[in-house]
Nanobody, 123 residues
Framework: QVQLVESGGGLVQAGGSLRLSCVASGSISSINGMGWYRQAPGKQRELVAGINSAESTNYADSVKGRFTISRDNARNTVYLEMNSLKPEDTAVYYC?????????????????WGQGTQVTVSS
């Protein structure tokens, strides 16, 4: 099992910045990657940014150039630096970790989630 605890959300004006943190604990040695998702009211949860064990990153088009994901392996922590925030960035942000299990015929993904942290951007 993997436990994830997020922090750093809050209320900020448009154009401002926030940094989210997610501390992982438990069976973290087998984690293949981590990331941040968000869910706005009435919308589906979407991937914001991800980073894998090779430090390769990926971002949603809507946040490229504004958000940066990074990780500190010594602290078992992943960060999301959010700059130039817009009202449409308002959502609950969830930390995610996943483990891939490979057999001869399939790859199974197991996901773990944090409790979420609210980010509200006022116009």
């Amino acid at each position: 099992q993997v436990q994830l605890v997020e922090s750093g959300g809050g209320l900020v004006q448009a154009g401002g910045s926030l940094r989210l943190s997610c501390v992982a604990s438990g069976s973290i040695s087998s984690i293949n990657g981590m990331g941040w998702y968000r869910q706005a009211p009435g919308k589906q949860r979407e991937l914001v940014a991800g980073i894998n064990s090779a430090e390769s990153t990926n971002y949603a088009d809507s946040v490229k150039g504004r958000f940066t994901i990074s990780r500190d392996n010594a602290r078992n922590t992943v960060y999301l630096e959010m700059n130039s925030l817009k009202p449409e960035d308002t959502a609950v942000y969830y930390c995610n970790a996943y483990r891939l299990t490979r057999t001869l015929t399939r790859i199974t993904r197991e996901d773990y989630w944090g409790q979420g942290t609210q980010v509200t951007v006022s116009s």
